[in-house]
């Protein structure tokens, strides 16, 4: 055979069975989106009660943030400005809004979402766990908002039980035989965790973006009496938490009854890192690693419901605040970021981010141009060190709930504003984190300008939403 034809032949061949050099280049990327999770509740951040091996390797093989922020402080605005890359100020959705029978307020059909703009470039897309931006059918289904597979609670008040009557797979109700509120057959986070492992397996032959935002640790505390709990069955003095309980009174919201809140909630915990360690052993299994960008954090800080101790565990890492506060404590989030080869084992950064930036970010990686309405900056030269990293004039972020709260950060100084809905009973409260990272000293009263200069960018940043009204007229 005339070799000129030979080489044709191989190239032919080549072209048509491997993969393009920019299908090659094209990241897989895997988003862990863990549910009310504090930042100190992890062992990369400081945890010394509750085992967290996988997590803490996934620290030690990749970049650890120092200071990286949630939307808000609650789940479904912090999501939507996960998803949209847009501030609780702008982004559509601003606060927990149930839409019955089943659901919440939906994204808007103009919004486009981070798995949109994937979808778009080629990537497969899946959401594994829970969604609560928009019930099946309507604008905001996870179908019509960039994801090609959706399996888990797409409401976030079902997802208040660990053992649900039903999930979603796609548009079909998978009713969960023998658990009606009364018995507990089938424990939600396994099942999602198989159908999450699944589609790496079903899809390693192209780039994907895997969404996980699993429901755990969030309320209720609940799980089988496996090793997990039995390695802290003993390790914790308890007070039983009395709850809504399963039986012929339940109902779908309550959260249940717990013997041994602590030793259930640092269960939990163990076993979402145990799901973590095997996603990421079964990208190794699939020889995708080094292909792959890993990022871990928490859609907001620790819970208090459902008999949560976040004092006892140390949840928030010193810093002042829960689960809808807009103190450090319910919006500073772990973020840890994993890419073999792109970003340098062990290491750590102060830079200052939050959700809004994962969007640019993602789009950045894969090679996307980055879209106007976003208003985040691509974090990408922090991860990789390549390139000028672009820093935020301020961070801002709004909470509707309690009266309005409103908060700002610019540098290391932070403003708070408190009962938002009714100015005669606004307040205001400012701190240096610098000097005061635990906000235990307002000292608005001797940085009057500071305060005002900080109030521009909250009065700049907030545009009046008529679905989410946050300021009195």
Known sequence: MNLHISIFIISLLCSIYLPSTAQQQKPNIVFILADDLGIGDIGPYGQEKIKTPNLDKLASRGMRFENFYSGTSVCAPSRSALMTGQHTGHTYIRGNKEIQPEGQEPLADSIT??????????????????????????????????????????????SHRYYPTHLWHNTEKIVLEGNDLQQKIHYAPELIQQKTLAFIEANQQKPFFLFVPTVLPHAELAGPNDEFYQQYSASFPETAHKGNDYGPNATVPGYASVEKPRATFAAMISRLDH????????????????????????????????????????????????????????????????????ISPASTTPHLAAFWDVLPTLAEASGISTPDFTDGISIFP???????????????????????????????????????????????????LKDDPTESNNIIRKHGEIAKKLGKYIDEAHRESPIFPLIKQ
């Not at 609670?153 to 079902?158: G, I």
């Not at 000028?388 to 290391?412: I, M, P, S, T």
């Open 275 to 342: 799901y973590v360690g095997e996603i990421v052993d079964k990208l190794e299994q699939l020889g995708l690693s080094d292909n792959t960008l890993i990022i871990f954090t928490s859609d907001n800080g620790a819970h208090r419901e459902g008999g949560a101790d976040p004092q006892f565990f140390n949840s928030s890492a010193g810093l002042k605040g829960y689960k809808r506060d807009l103190y450090e404590g319910g919006i500073k989030v772990p973020m840890l970021a994993v890419w073999p080869g792109k």
């Open 382 to 432: 922090t991860l990789t060190g390549k390139g000028k990293q672009h820093k935020h004039q301020y961070l801002y972020w709004e909470f509707h709930e309690d009266g309005g709260r409103q908060a700002v950060r610019a540098d290391n100084w932070k403003l708070v504003r408190l009962k938002v809905k009714d100015g005669s009973q606004t307040t205001e409260e400012l701190y240096n």
């Open 113 to 158: 979402t981070v798995a949109m703009l994937l979808k778009k470039a080629g990537y497969t897309t899946g959401a594994f766990g829970k969604w609560g931006l928009g019930m099946v059918g309507t604008s905001g289904d996870p179908l019509k908002k960039g994801f090609d597979e959706f399996y888990g609670y797409n409401c976030q008040r079902q």
